[in-house]
């Protein structure tokens, strides 16, 4: 009876063990961003080319962190693209000549630094890392 629940408990933990690992994202912006929350959809078409511009105008300048657990889930969840996918989408966009991919950034404190010194930035860092010097959008 011990070993059975044993191998009841392994199982548990180990269908759990991917949430434990699952990355938390946080969108960010520069101060001079007019938007306080996003929606996924507005979300995605920010981060594929198609909405260049905010509310009042002004030019909206997207970063996306080189990889890791939050690119990946940022990407799952908002893109609804893997990494390669979206490198993919990127690469034939340059190529045809119908966008200009992110801002490539390599860590959560280089996003930190070129959203809030880049007007119009957004960006997404860890939830585990504060998000000092920007604000913090909602996502709807």
């Known amino acids: ?16 063990a991917p949430l434990a690992v ?15 929350s996003l929606s ?8 594929l080319g198609r909405q260049s511009s905010w509310s009042d105008g002004s030019a909206i300048s ?7 657990p939050v690119a990946e889930e940022f990407l799952k969840t908002y893109v609804k693209k893997s990494p390669s996918q979206f490198q993919a989408f ?3 966009a340059l190529f045809t000549g119908t966008g200009t991919p992110p801002e490539e ?3 959560d404190a ?8 880049t007007a119009g930035a957004i960006g997404f860092i860890s939830d585990a890392t504060a998000a000092d010097g920007v604000e913090v959008l909602t996502v709807e």
Do not use: C, H
Request: net charge positive.
């Open 1 to 16: 009876m011990n070993q059975r629940k044993i191998i009841v408990t392994l199982v548990a933990l180990l269908m759990l």
């Open 22 to 36: 699952q990355a938390g994202v946080v969108v960010i912006a520069n101060d001079s961003v007019p938007a306080t």
């Open 40 to 47: 996924a959809g507005d979300l995605q078409s920010i981060f």
């Open 62 to 68: 997207p970063a996306v962190l080189g990889g890791g």
């Open 90 to 92: 990127w690469k034939k």
């Open 105 to 107: 950034v390599g860590s």
């Open 110 to 117: 280089a996003m930190l630094e070129y959203v809030a010194a």
